[in-house]
């Protein structure tokens, strides 16, 4: 590899690490928020659950600037995009943010099951519900008000 090549790989190296820094750090906050998230379903404090569900959709759109960003630094050159991924200061930062996804993806399945399980018991009830009233309805006092019949009384 000549001099030239070195001084690349080593640029992009620098760009790589800093970029995935900030990613790491993104990754982080999501998985705390999250837990946070997590919490809130869990113990059933559905008043903060708008404001985390906005934040998820922020984090979305963060999450495909993530994508965008290192696909343009792979696609300025992806032979020495290559080389630079494998050097162990990158695959390390590269490890630790995907641990991070797998934990966040355990979070929003555990999430999942605990919305799934209330959403299940919401419907339930609405379905008792909606029988009790039709039960009320047979059961109360005849409507003593006058029917029309033909349009007479």
């Not at 792979?74 to 200061?89: Q, Y």
């Not at 630790?96 to 555990?110: D, H, M, N, P, Q």
């Amino acid at each position: 590899m000549g001099s030239m090549d070195y001084k690349a790989l080593n640029q992009l190296e620098q760009e790589l690490l800093s970029v995935l820094k900030k990613e790491y750090t993104f990754y982080q906050s999501l998985y705390i928020m999250l837990d946070k998230q997590r919490d809130q379903i869990k113990f059933n404090k559905d008043d903060r659950l708008l404001d985390l569900f906005a934040e998820i959709q922020r984090f979305h759109a963060r999450i495909k600037q993530s994508d965008e960003k290192v696909a343009l630094l792979k696609a300025r050159n992806p032979d020495i995009f290559n080389m630079a991924s494998t050097l162990p200061e990158v695959k390390k930062l590269t490890n630790s943010i995907a641990t991070l996804i797998k934990r966040s993806i355990g979070i929003v399945s555990e999430c999942e099951e605990y919305l799934q399980g209330r959403y299940d018991r919401i419907r339930e009830e609405l379905n008792k519900l909606k029988n009790s009233h039709k039960i009320i309805n047979y059961m109360g006092e005849p409507d003593s008000s006058p029917y029309f019949v033909d349009g007479n009384n």
